[in-house]
């Protein structure tokens, strides 16, 4: 199966910051990338998909590049309510995979 | 709006059985894959299992093959869990999500329900 590695694992920044989170695939899935916000006590909010297509309602500040092997999020500036754990995670092959996840906090 | 509501999380012993669901609303259900997805406590996301559209289709990750089966109704706009033989490593929250339109992410995602395996 395809292993999904994100880095850094904890990122402390402060609000009005940029973030830059990375997620390194195993083997090439393409485009075939998704990243999710997940807040405690809370379910998984898909961000992106595609590698760099906002999902709707996702403010602009949220971008995702990459194809390939390795892919971006970008929170361009951070606010309050950005500080959460982020995961990625590949569709490309059976079966889909999660990253270890990636925890944005102040 | 999309609504999935999921049910049926237990504390159960190990060997044990459980069945959930997930009622889903706000969409076109029939026409959307689904899945389960779960979450240990303190850990991360693991994709547990899919089922097609038209429920013809299902798949499964290797570590719940031939213990769990997936299912749904698409008349009643559910679908199902059947966990047997459950172990310790089966704990998680589980959580009903609907599959993107063409691609394998999931863009909507219920609260979960918590599975608790233990004697």
């Known amino acids: 199966e395809i292993v999904m590695t994100q880095s850094p694992a904890t990122l402390s920044v402060s609000p009005g910051e940029r973030a830059t989170l990375s997620c390194r695939a195993s083997?090439?899935?393409?485009?075939?990338l998704a990243w999710y916000q997940q807040k405690p006590g809370q379910a998984p909010r898909l961000l992106i998909y595609?590698?760099?297509t906002r999902a709707t309602g996702i403010p602009a500040r949220f971008s995702g590049s990459g194809s390939g092997t390795e892919f971006t999020l970008t929170i361009s500036s951070l606010q309050s309510e950005d500080f959460a754990v982020y995961y990625c995670?590949?569709?490309?092959?059976?079966?889909?995979?999660f990253g270890p996840g990636t925890k944005v906090d102040i | 709006e999309v609504q999935l509501l999921e049910s049926g999380g237990n504390l159960v012993q190990p060997g044990g059985s459980l069945r959930l669901s997930c009622a889903a609303s706000?969409?076109?259900?029939?026409?959307?894959?689904m899945s389960w997805v779960r979450q240990a406590p303190g850990k991360g996301l693991e994709w547990v299992s899919g089922?097609?559209?038209?429920?013809?289709?299902?798949v499964y990750a290797d570590s719940v093959k031939g213990r769990f089966t997936i299912s749904r109704d698409n008349f009643k706009k559910m679908v199902y869990l059947q966990m047997n033989s459950l172990r310790g490593e089966d704990t998680a929250v589980y959580y009903c999500?609907?599959?993107?339109?063409?691609?394998?992410?999931?863009?909507?995602w219920g609260q979960g329900t918590l599975v608790t395996v233990s004697s």
């Open positions: 706000g969409f076109t259900f029939g026409s959307y894959a």
């Open positions: 089922i097609s559209g038209g429920g013809g289709s299902t």
């Open positions: 083997q090439s899935v393409s485009s075939n």
């Open positions: 995670q590949q569709y490309d092959k059976w079966p889909v995979t």
């Open positions: 999500a609907k599959v993107g339109s063409a691609q394998y992410y999931f863009d909507f």
């Open positions: 595609g590698a760099s």
